[in-house]
């Protein structure tokens, strides 16, 4: 019974472990199952919802997206909407100064009325809600403000418009700000911390500068001060100053010429000669005289007729004697002579000379520096800072050194006050280095001949005697070279970058122009004026007499009034205007308005038609200017 008893047991027992692993088994199979269920399940709903904000994203992006520019129109400013989205209602928009915040002008739709520093009157702004239809763009201007506003010298605006949907976009005025992803493409690709808005790069031609006698680092300014009328330069005792309230597109700059200059000049000169002669000498002197006299005796008859007047005379000569006599006399005498001629001589010598006077067309650039540096450290400029302008020699004329060589001319940074245009730093030692913190925007400007820790202000242009070969034409590379220190939290470092970032391209003849309107009309004659320019920087010599306008994008062109002494014709859309006579050129300084029409197409939405144009010259080293109009037909 016991035997049995014990192996009865044993059985139990094993069948217990069996029973208890099988339970473990089942408890570990449903709990793991589970658990990997629950997992799979959160890791599904993630996916879905990372798809799902992928896709609203997406959705986001194709319902509204909108970029804003601000722009300037006849001195006022407008901002430009583009929309690549689908039709947006812009349902008010705000204008503040980018330095302090200001509101100068906000505008919510109607009945709410409009407020700012602009705003006189607060009232309704009628024309919001401004509609950009979908893939299109649309420039708001003084007409669609309350006010419009009049753009002053230095004053930079952020435009901020928002929609019916709560789309908010952000636009600036000048547009000098890199989005977020560029800035993080050029930083990684390792450009370095200081980065320049390309729009903004201009230079500035002179109002002021010394008088004629002043000389600085050892230049002298006489030919600046000479050709005063021609560079736009007058000499007023000293000041130095850009013409601030007038940048000019940075990518075509004035080059120097060579004017050959022909000079007179007449002597006279007159050489007066006194001697005085003594001469004394015993004369002898013989005198043999000879006399031979003769005796004659006339005798005479007249006749007369029986009236008694006379008829006839005759006459009779007879020698009767003859006598001859000769003496001699002898006298010595002594005879002094004393004379005082005065000899008189006069020669007069004229010379003719070309002698070479260079022309100079001193400027100065300006160009808007951000500090995004990923440390977040204030970058300090110091007046080693310079930009660099190098001739790469591909105008296809061999000038100077070309193309066997790359002159370059360096402009280094100075002081200037953004109001006025007047240089502060122009002593040695005088400039000013200057802070620009994280996040900062600053207009850096540059103009000084030498590094103004050494030398004092000097001007430089494309003509500047400082180099050796005394003008170019043709493009330029320009660089921007940076030396200074980055602050940090921690430290402080020695900072350099160089900055390649543009190609400028340097001419004796430039001329400005504009056309009105810009915008057209669908299959609308539109009267179009094209404005021409001869500037004050184009050669003196010569002026513009040709201008070529390409409009066969739109038809029936006609050409309208046009200036004394031009003519012009209309052939397959292209428009020819011709000067007829030399006087009635453009000549720098004057401006000229060419009058034509045409009929715009009609598209199938908002269309923008480019007008390539020619500006020629009747000499100089580069007689034609290259540009473009337009108009934009909605």
């Known amino acids: 019974m016991q035997i049995n008893f014990q192996s009865s047991r044993k059985r139990r027992i094993a069948v217990s472990s069996i029973i208890g692993a099988l339970m473990m088994f089942a408890m570990l199979i449903t709990i793991g199952s589970t658990y990997f269920y629950v997992i799979a399940q959160d890791q599904k709903s993630l996916q879905s919802s990372i798809a799902q904000n992928q896709n609203n994203f997406q959705n986001v992006q194709q319902q509204e997206h909108l970029s804003v520019y601000g722009i300037s129109q006849s001195g006022e400013l407008a901002f430009y909407v583009n929309n690549t989205g689908i039709g947006v209602s812009i349902t008010a928009y ?52 309350a006010p419009s506003i009049v ?17 908010t976009a952000i636009g600036t005025y000048p ?60 000499c007023s005792g000293g000041t130095w100053q850009l013409n601030i309230n007038n940048p000019y597109s940075g990518s075509l700059v004035p080059g120097g010429y060579i004017a050959p200059t022909t000079t007179s000049s007449t002597s006279t000169t007159t050489r007066t000669t006194t001697t005085t002669t003594t001469l004394t000498s015993p004369l002898t002197t013989t005198l043999t005289s000879t006399s031979t006299e003769y005796y004659t005796t006339v005798s005479s008859s007249v006749f007369t007729n029986h009236n008694g007047n006379p008829t006839s005379t005759s006459s009779t000569t007879k020698t009767t004697s003859t006598s001859t006599g000769t003496s001699t006399l002898t006298q010595t005498s002594t005879l002094t002579s004393t004379s005082t001629p005065t000899l008189t001589s006069t020669s007069t010598t004229t010379t003719t000379s070309t002698i070479t006077q260079p022309y100079q067309a001193p400027i100065a650039f300006s160009v808007n520096i951000t500090n995004d540096d990923p440390s977040l450290g204030t970058i300090v400029i110091n007046s080693q800072s310079n930009l660099w302008v190098i001739e790469t020699c591909d105008s296809g004329v061999t000038e100077g050194n070309c193309p066997s060589g790359n002159p370059f001319f360096v402009f ?27 996040g900062v925007t600053k207009t850096l400007y540059y103009g000084a001949a030498y590094d103004l820790s050494l030398e004092p202000y000097s ?59 810009v915008s057209c009309n669908p299959g609308s004659s539109t009267p179009f004026t094209l404005n021409v320019n001869d500037s004050i920087f184009a050669n003196t010599a010569y002026g513009i007499t040709q201008i070529v306008l390409n409009a066969s ?33 453009i000549t720098p300084g004057r401006t000229e308005a060419f009058q034509w ?4 197409p009609s598209p199938s939405g908002t269309t923008q038609y480019i007008f390539p144009l020619t500006i020629t010259w009747d000499g100089g080293e580069v007689t034609n200017l290259q540009a473009a109009a337009v108009c934009t037909v909605t």
Do not use: R
Request: proline share 6%; charged share 10%.
């Open 412 to 438: 280094y940074v100075m002081n200037v006050n953004p109001t006025t245009g007047v240089i502060s730093s122009t002593t040695a030692g005088s400039f000013a280095e200057i802070e620009i913190p994280y």
């Open 94 to 145: 705000w204008i503040l100064d980018q330095s302090s915040g200001a509101v100068y002008e906000y505008c919510p739709s109607p009945p709410t009325l409009c407020s700012g520093s602009s705003v006189a009157v607060p009232a309704a702004n009628s024309n919001l809600p401004f509609n950009v239809a979908a893939g299109q763009s649309k420039t708001f201007n003084d007409s669609d403000f």
């Open 175 to 234: 547009s000098q700000q890199l989005t977020s992803a560029s800035v993080n493409s050029l930083v990684a690709g390792g450009f370095g911390s200081l980065e320049m808005a390309f729009s903004s790069f201009s230079w500035y031609s002179y109002l002021s500068g010394p008088p004629a006698t002043t000389t600085l680092g050892s230049n002298t300014y006489d030919n600046l001060c000479t050709n005063a009328a021609d560079q736009e330069v007058q």
């Open 459 to 517: 001007i430089i242009g494309l003509t500047s005697s400082i180099s050796t070969n005394p003008y170019y034409y043709g493009q330029f590379a320009v660089f921007l070279l940076f030396a200074g220190t980055k602050i940090l939290s921690t430290n402080s470092q020695v900072y350099g970058q160089n900055i390649p970032f543009e190609s400028t391209t340097a001419a004796d003849n430039l001329g400005w122009y504009y056309e009105t309107p």
């Open 553 to 585: 994008a739109f038809s029936a062109v006609t050409v309208g009034t046009l200036p004394t002494g031009w003519h012009g014709s209309a052939a397959a859309g292209t428009i020819t205007w011709t000067n007829s006579t030399d006087a009635g050129a």
């Open 151 to 167: 753009i002053p010298a230095n004053v930079q605006y952020v435009i901020k418009v928002i929609t019916k949907e709560g789309t």
């Open 597 to 600: 029409s045409a009929t715009a």
